[in-house]
């Protein structure tokens, strides 16, 4: 918070100042790094709860600090592996997300995506999933026109986002067919039968033998 105060007041102006706010910044940012991974490994070892809680105060106050360093991009990704696991599926999947698009973006700028491009886009489906299934507890959907297509909740539409996310960059992942198949039956429960048929299709064709290839 002070180095963001500093550098908005715009007070530091002569060369001496401006290295030693840079050296402030280095050091915080090292120093707010190694606390959360520690925190997190302690956690890993102990599942102490709260110790879980500290890294994710520290995991987040990084992000917000220093969201374009170097390390931000893994400082992430343990972040909502953290989220993950302390079973925060919102967040977490919130978090591979922002990992899995970014990602996607160098891919399409023909950049080389991060390590954790594949990790994240199977990841940000699971998340989502677990999230889009205590829909199902709640979930009242009216009496409907079948060939009227209807809105997709949010809790699915994102699920569906990460899903064909997925399909698109990942075609030969180890989960391609079934989140392929998940994509599907969202659309079809809510009546968007083109796409659904399409990805359906797709699945029964390439993948005769699968599992789920009998249901497509």
Known sequence: KMLRDIDASKTVTDEKGTKQLEEARVAAE????TLAVQYHNEYRKARDEPVAGLAAEVYEDYLAIFPDT??????????????????????????????????AKAVEEKKKPGKYFADALENSVYAYDLVAKKL????????????????????????????????KYAPRGDKAVEV?????NIYYRY???GEATDLFTRVALDHPRHEVAGYA
């Not at 893994?74 to 997300?97: S, V």
């Not at 079948?146 to 064909?164: E, F, G, T």
């Not at 392929?180 to 599907?184: D, E, S």
Request: with cysteine.
């Open 70 to 103: 170097f390390h931000a991009y893994e400082m992430r990704f343990f972040f909502a592996e953290l989220l993950f696991a302390l079973e925060k599926y919102q967040r977490a999947g919130d978090e591979y997300t922002t990992i899995a698009v970014a990602d």
């Open 136 to 167: 199902d507890e709640t979930e009242k959907r009216p009496a409907s026109d079948p060939k009227q297509r209807q809105a997709i909740p949010k809790p699915r539409q994102q699920l569906l986002d990460a899903c064909l996310r997925y399909v």
């Open 30 to 33: 090292n120093t707010l790094r």
């Open 191 to 193: 009546n968007w039968f």
């Open 180 to 184: 392929t198949y998940k994509a599907a």
